[in-house]
């Protein structure tokens, strides 16, 4: 069944369109626009759940002379990830307006986060690489509104740029990925599918195998997982995520479980049945279980509860990443089935969290436990998405690290890796036992001792309980039953991401297995090891303090506050209001990128400074010039120096005469006239003598050589190129000016008659000229009056 | 630099000056010139009357206006002429180019006429070109003039 594309465009469409009338909405329901919300991420829900099951692309040309289009594709695993997005985003709306009741700037709010979902949405069915890439980075600009929300918090600014920074810079290795891969897809399948991302993933290995030849395989693949690396959080760049936690909570729920980030993972699904080889399991198996492992030890040692769940989201995100990497069915299936439970359960973990801060009023996990008096239903909720989330069986995230397990295992079967086969699987094992470490405490909220401190806790409305028991109760059908999710979408998704798609089954196990014994092994060394979970915290807390350069956030305030302090430093050279210094830098850069240029291009051919013959008269006259320029320099008054100057010039116009070119001669004349004129008008003012320094001179006499070199090699090279005889051009203006102009000045002709469009710019531009002066004086007097 | 010979040379040489501008304006169709060098010249005369007799001597001794001292050199009732000019030859050579619209002709297309037996003259040719040419005048005079006496009067 083919997809429909009025349905697609009106599911992507509607969340921008709702984003640009939040303002008219805003005035009319006031802090009921989250309801709004609701109906417009519902919709969106319902027109991509009918495409379900339809597969193929659709598309609205763009810009055809390039080859690109607004296409979108259909499959399991783009309405997978749409689904998600949209129906998270439902329970995210319907949460806000209890949440965000009596905050500022709302309309701002519930536009980023509409925009925010139908961008996550574009990504998801995007199948044009450019398409891809503009909503990618929609997404970026859209969670930097969102994540700065509080705009006086000076926290809140700071996780908003880093964001930004870490997304759209990663986002620009992809861009740069995107290009290589569109110049080899143009050669392989023909330019008009040089984006069509559709197309390539349907001849694989042919993209593949032209990559390989290409020598562009590994640049294309490390372009991507940067791209994708930076936006899931992955090590190093995972950092960025924890300090994103600065958003309002619904942001956070919707940031960290469904979307954004996974954004990354996402795309690592999408091109893996290309790319997938022994470089891929090696890159992202490693670097899927490094960042899962490191995050979920960060995650041991948060202090807040949103911090917890942030770190764990960028150690399941590295889980999901790994799972792609790995080569074998159950890869895929580890990646989609984990990336849907992930999605569940964390949206539902931020959004208890949100309702612990709100009645509680405090997110540090110290003050926090034994609340299950005080909300049963919140801690029934966190009963079930936490356990999930540790991999308990028989909850929903126990089977896909099942599946991780399992494809860990496997890998060593698929491809000789050596030692790596046996890494894989114990570095799994061993960052599983602390996702069951933190997933433990964040359940000790609710249990053990109540803190005397803690003071009284009100029940939360209803408003707020709906959402995170919709997810909980959906956490608990997939825990009873997998495959049901898996018929429902997981299975799709599964044969979209897979080389060699199976039929997938999933339930508890029921004999031994090499996954079963490493699930029990991850289970019982985390529920040892609890009871010793303040050591480990406090070792965790110690280490960065120790060696400040383990901590990501290190490097990154390192690096830009070196940017900040080198720009400063720069522009204090380069920018500092002195005329002369603007002119050094733009002429000495002129001109080294000019002579870089020529010697790079290799057009300088010394021999060609020797043969030249000119007519006796034009030597003298340049000869002329030339002591006129050197008279200029050794010149000791300005009026000598202006006057010598002038005969510099007078020269060059009797040089246009013997060259037979009359037009150029009078204007050069004239204009010569007018500078000595204006010159000696403004001499007045200048003072008669300067006290010069030698360094000053000697940077000066430096300067003045190279502009000089550069004029005059760009000069001989461009003169050099001139075609023998005249071209077709100069005869055709020849011919064509009597009959067709009228005039016989050819140069007048052409002026006004057949290039009268650019003599039209050039008038703009002398009018620019004189009216950006006058505002610059205007301006200036402006200033002195204040 | 208002000196006497100064002076005495301005007076001879700027009437030449501006009949020269003219014959370059007027026939820079068929022979050198063309309104850039006719705006450049005049220009020049300009410059030469300032610097013989003054920034003021226009408004006070050509004009016979009162020149009120300490006015910002920007709202001068001359440097707003100046202003006005460079504007209107912009709109003149915009104008002069969307005349052959009319007629379905391209933007900018140019045409000319030929008169035989003109008194004087004999044979005259009045190239459309030649409005256009009058707008690059307008505005190579009013802008130069524009930053001559505005950079001038500082």
Same mark, same amino acid.
């Given at each position: 069944?083919?997809?429909?594309?009025?349905?697609?465009?009106?599911?992507?469409?509607?969340?921008?369109?709702?984003?640009?009338?939040?303002?008219?909405?805003?005035?009319?329901?006031?802090?009921?626009?989250?309801?709004?919300?609701?109906?417009?991420?519902?919709?969106?829900f319902l027109l991509l759940a009918t495409?379900?099951?339809?597969?193929?692309?659709?598309?609205?040309?763009?810009?055809?002379?390039?080859?690109?289009?607004?296409?979108?594709?259909?499959?399991?695993?783009?309405?997978?990830?749409?689904?998600?997005?949209?129906?998270?985003?439902?329970?995210?709306?319907?949460?806000?307006?209890?949440?965000?009741?009596?905050?500022?700037?709302?309309?701002?709010?519930?536009?980023? @986060?509409?925009?925010?979902?139908?961008?996550?949405? $574009?990504?998801?069915?995007?199948?044009?690489?450019?398409?891809?890439?503009?909503?990618?980075?929609?997404?970026?600009?859209?969670?930097?509104?969102?994540?700065?929300?509080?705009?006086?918090?000076?926290?809140?600014?700071?996780?908003?740029?880093?964001?930004?920074?870490?997304?759209?810079?990663?986002?620009?290795?992809?861009?740069?990925?995107?290009?290589?891969?569109?110049?080899?897809?143009?050669?392989? @399948?023909?330019?008009?599918?040089?984006?069509?991302?559709?197309?390539?993933?349907?001849?694989?290995?042919?993209?593949?195998?032209?990559?390989?030849?290409?020598?562009?395989?590994?640049?294309?693949?490390?372009?991507? %997982?940067?791209?994708?690396?930076?936006?899931?959080?992955?090590?190093?760049?995972?950092?960025?995520?924890?300090?994103?936690?600065?958003?309002?909570?619904?942001?956070?729920?919707?940031?960290?479980?469904?979307?954004?980030?996974?954004?990354?993972?996402?795309?690592?699904?999408?091109?893996?049945?290309?790319?997938?080889?022994?470089?891929?399991?090696?890159?992202?198996?490693?670097? $899927?279980?490094?960042?899962?492992?490191?995050?979920?030890?960060?995650?041991?040692?948060?202090?807040? !509860?949103?911090?917890?769940?942030?770190?764990? &989201?960028?150690?399941?995100?590295?889980?999901?990443?790994?799972?792609?990497?790995?080569?074998?069915?159950?890869?895929?299936?580890?990646?989609?089935?984990?990336?849907?439970?992930?999605?569940?359960?964390?949206?539902?973990?931020?959004?208890?969290?949100?309702?612990?801060?709100?009645?509680? $009023?405090?997110?540090?996990?110290?003050?926090?436990?034994?609340?299950? #008096?005080?909300?049963?239903?919140?801690?029934?909720?966190?009963?079930?998405?936490?356990?999930?989330?540790?991999?308990?069986?028989?909850?929903?995230?126990?089977?896909?690290?099942?599946?991780?397990?399992?494809?860990?295992?496997?890998?060593?079967?698929?491809?000789?890796?050596g030692v790596l086969g046996w890494l894989?699987?114990?570095?799994?094992?061993?960052?599983?036992?602390?996702?069951?470490?933190?997933?433990?405490?964040?359940?000790?909220?609710?249990?053990?001792?109540?803190?005397?401190?803690?003071? #009284?806790?009100?029940?939360?409305?209803?408003?707020?309980?709906?959402?995170?028991?919709? @997810?909980?109760?959906?956490?608990?059908?997939?825990?009873?039953?997998?495959?049901?999710?898996?018929?429902?979408?997981?299975?799709?998704?599964?044969?979209?991401?897979?080389?060699?798609? #199976?039929?997938?089954?999933?339930?508890?196990?029921?004999?031994?297995?090499?996954?079963?014994?490493?699930?029990?092994?991850?289970?019982?060394?985390?529920?040892?090891?609890?009871?010793?979970?303040?050591?480990? #915290?406090?070792?965790?807390?110690?280490?960065?303090?120790?060696?400040?350069?383990?901590?990501?956030?290190?490097?990154?305030?390192?690096?830009?506050?070196?940017?900040?302090?080198?720009?400063?430093?720069?522009?204090?050279?380069?920018?500092?209001?002195?005329?002369?210094?603007?002119?050094?830098?733009?002429?000495?850069? &002129?001109?080294?990128?000019?002579?870089?240029?020529?010697?790079?291009?290799?057009?300088?051919?010394?021999?060609?400074?020797?043969?030249?013959? %000119?007519?006796?008269?034009?030597?003298?006259?340049?000869?002329?010039?030339?002591?006129?320029?050197?008279?200029?320099?050794?010149?000791?008054?300005?009026?000598?120096?202006?006057?010598?100057?002038?005969?510099?010039?007078?020269?060059?116009?009797?040089?246009?005469?013997?060259?037979?070119?009359?037009?150029?001669?009078? &204007?050069?004349?004239?204009?010569?006239?007018?500078?000595?004129?204006?010159?000696?008008?403004?001499?007045?003012?200048?003072?008669?003598?300067?006290?010069?320094?030698?360094?000053?001179?000697?940077?000066?006499?430096?300067?003045?050589?190279?502009?000089?070199?550069?004029?005059?090699?760009?000069?001989?090279?461009?003169?050099?190129?001139?075609?023998?005889?005249?071209?077709?051009?100069?005869?055709?203006?020849?011919?064509?000016?009597?009959?067709?102009?009228?005039?016989?000045?050819?140069?007048?002709?052409?002026?006004?008659?057949?290039?009268?469009?650019?003599?039209?710019?050039?008038?703009?531009?002398?009018?620019?000229?004189?009216?950006? !002066?006058? &505002?610059?004086?205007?301006?200036r007097n402006g200033g002195d009056d204040? | 630099?208002?000196?006497?010979?100064?002076?005495?040379?301005?007076?001879?040489?700027?009437?030449?000056?501006?009949?020269?501008?003219?014959?370059?304006?007027?026939?820079?169709?068929?022979?050198?010139?063309?309104?850039?060098?006719? /705006?450049?010249?005049?220009?020049?005369?300009?410059?030469?009357?300032?610097?013989?007799? /003054?920034?003021?001597?226009?408004?006070?001794?050509?004009?016979?206006?009162?020149?009120?001292? /300490?006015?910002? =050199?920007?709202?001068?009732?001359?440097?707003?002429?100046?202003?006005?000019?460079?504007?209107? /030859?912009?709109?003149?050579?915009?104008? =002069?180019?969307?005349?052959?619209?009319?007629?379905?002709?391209?933007?900018?297309?140019?045409?000319?006429?030929?008169?035989?037996?003109?008194?004087?003259?004999?044979?005259?040719?009045?190239?459309?070109?030649?409005?256009?040419?009058?707008?690059?005048?307008?505005?190579?005079?009013?802008?130069?003039?524009?930053?001559? =006496?505005?950079?001038?009067?500082?």
């Amino acid at each position: 069944m083919p997809p429909e594309l009025s349905v697609v465009l009106a599911a992507v469409a509607l969340p921008f369109v709702a984003a640009v009338s939040t303002p008219v909405l805003f005035r009319v329901l006031g802090e009921r626009t989250g309801y709004a919300g609701v109906a417009v991420a519902l919709t969106s829900f319902l027109l991509l759940a009918t495409q379900l099951g339809s597969e193929g692309t659709v598309g609205l040309a763009w810009i055809p002379s390039l080859n690109i289009s607004l296409r979108f594709a259909i499959d399991g695993w783009g309405l997978l990830f749409a689904l998600l997005a949209c129906g998270i985003g439902t329970l995210i709306f319907l949460y806000s307006p209890a949440y965000m009741h009596g905050e500022s700037s709302l309309p701002r709010f519930y536009a980023a @986060l509409l925009a925010f979902m139908g961008s996550i949405v $574009g990504v998801a069915l995007a199948a044009d690489l450019i398409a891809i890439f503009l909503f990618w980075e929609l997404t970026s600009l859209c969670s930097f509104v969102l994540i700065g929300h509080y705009t006086a918090d000076d926290s809140s600014q700071y996780a908003a740029r880093m964001a930004m920074f870490v997304t759209v810079g990663g986002g620009l290795f992809l861009l740069v990925g995107f290009l290589l891969l569109a110049l080899v897809a143009g050669d392989v @399948l023909g330019s008009e599918f040089a984006f069509n991302l559709a197309a390539m993933l349907e001849n694989p290995n042919e993209i593949a195998d032209a990559l390989r030849e290409e020598g562009l395989f590994l640049p294309v693949l490390g372009l991507i %997982a940067i791209g994708a690396g930076a936006k899931s959080a992955q090590v190093p760049l995972h950092f960025w995520l924890p300090n994103a936690m600065a958003a309002p909570t619904p942001v956070s729920a919707f940031l960290h479980s469904a979307t954004m980030v996974k954004v990354g993972v996402y795309f690592v699904g999408r091109i893996r049945p290309m790319l997938v080889g022994p470089e891929w399991l090696f890159l992202f198996a490693t670097l $899927g279980l490094t960042t899962m492992t490191i995050c979920a030890i960060l995650a041991v040692g948060s202090t807040d !509860i949103k911090e917890l769940l942030a770190y764990s &989201t960028a150690s399941h995100l590295g889980l999901m990443i790994a799972g792609f990497g790995f080569t074998s069915i159950y890869g895929a299936e580890a990646g989609v089935f984990h990336l849907f439970n992930h999605a569940l359960f964390k949206a539902a973990l931020f959004l208890v969290a949100g309702i612990v801060a709100h009645q509680a $009023g405090t997110r540090r996990l110290e003050n926090l436990s034994g609340l299950r #008096h005080d909300l049963p239903i919140t801690t029934a909720i966190t009963a079930i998405v936490a356990l999930s989330m540790a991999g308990i069986p028989p909850f929903s995230g126990f089977y896909s690290k099942e599946l991780l397990f399992e494809a860990a295992v496997e890998a060593r079967h698929v491809h000789d890796i050596g030692v790596l086969g046996w890494l894989y699987p114990a570095v799994a094992v061993f960052g599983s036992i602390f996702t069951v470490l933190y997933s433990l405490r964040f359940l000790s909220l609710f249990f053990g001792e109540r803190p005397e401190e803690l003071g #009284h806790v009100d029940r939360p409305s209803v408003m707020l309980l709906v959402s995170p028991a919709v @997810l909980a109760a959906l956490t608990a059908l997939v825990s009873v039953d997998p495959e049901i999710a898996v018929h429902a979408i997981v299975q799709s998704g599964v044969d979209a991401t897979a080389v060699d798609p #199976h039929e997938m089954h999933v339930g508890i196990p029921t004999a031994y297995s090499p996954p079963v014994g490493m699930s029990a092994v991850t289970i019982g060394l985390g529920f040892l090891a609890y009871p010793f979970y303040g050591r480990i #915290h406090g070792g965790v807390r110690a280490i960065p303090e120790l060696i400040p350069p383990i901590g990501a956030n290190w490097w990154y305030d390192t690096i830009v506050d070196g940017l900040t302090d080198g720009g400063a430093w720069l522009a204090a050279r380069i920018h500092n209001g002195l005329l002369r210094t603007y002119a050094t830098w733009t002429l000495a850069s &002129t001109c080294a990128l000019t002579l870089a240029g020529f010697a790079a291009t290799a057009t300088i051919v010394p021999t060609h400074l020797i043969e030249f013959d %000119a007519p006796i008269a034009i030597a003298l006259v340049m000869l002329v010039a030339v002591m006129a320029a050197v008279a200029v320099v050794r010149s000791t008054s300005h009026i000598a120096g202006i006057l010598t100057l002038s005969i510099l010039g007078f020269m060059i116009a009797i040089f246009y005469i013997l060259a037979s070119a009359p037009d150029l001669a009078l &204007t050069q004349l004239v204009v010569e006239t007018l500078i000595l004129v204006i010159f000696l008008l403004v001499i007045e003012e200048i003072p008669e003598y300067y006290e010069v320094g030698l360094g000053r001179v000697a940077r000066d006499a430096v300067l003045s050589v190279a502009v000089g070199a550069t004029a005059f090699v760009t000069v001989l090279v461009t003169t050099d190129a001139r075609p023998a005889g005249s071209t077709s051009i100069a005869r055709y203006y020849a011919e064509q000016a009597v009959p067709e102009g009228g005039g016989t000045n050819i140069v007048n002709v052409i002026l006004v008659d057949f290039r009268g469009f650019d003599t039209l710019g050039e008038l703009a531009v002398v009018a620019l000229a004189a009216i950006s !002066i006058l &505002t610059l004086i205007v301006m200036r007097n402006g200033g002195d009056d204040e | 630099m208002t000196t006497v010979i100064m002076r005495t040379t301005a007076r001879a040489i700027v009437p030449i000056i501006f009949v020269v501008a003219a014959s370059l304006f007027v026939e820079g169709h068929n022979l050198p010139g063309g309104g850039f060098i006719a /705006g450049v010249l005049t220009t020049t005369a300009f410059a030469i009357i300032y610097l013989a007799f /003054g920034l003021d001597f226009l408004e006070r001794g050509v004009l016979g206006r009162d020149v009120e001292p /300490g006015k910002e =050199s920007s709202r001068d009732r001359l440097v707003v002429a100046y202003r006005r000019l460079f504007e209107y /030859g912009l709109a003149i050579a915009v104008l =002069s180019g969307l005349v052959p619209l009319l007629f379905g002709r391209p933007f900018l297309t140019q045409t000319f006429l030929v008169f035989e037996g003109v008194p004087i003259y004999h044979h005259v040719e009045i190239a459309s070109a030649l409005a256009f040419d009058f707008g690059v005048f307008c505005v190579v005079v009013g802008g130069l003039l524009t930053i001559l =006496s505005v950079v001038g009067a500082e």
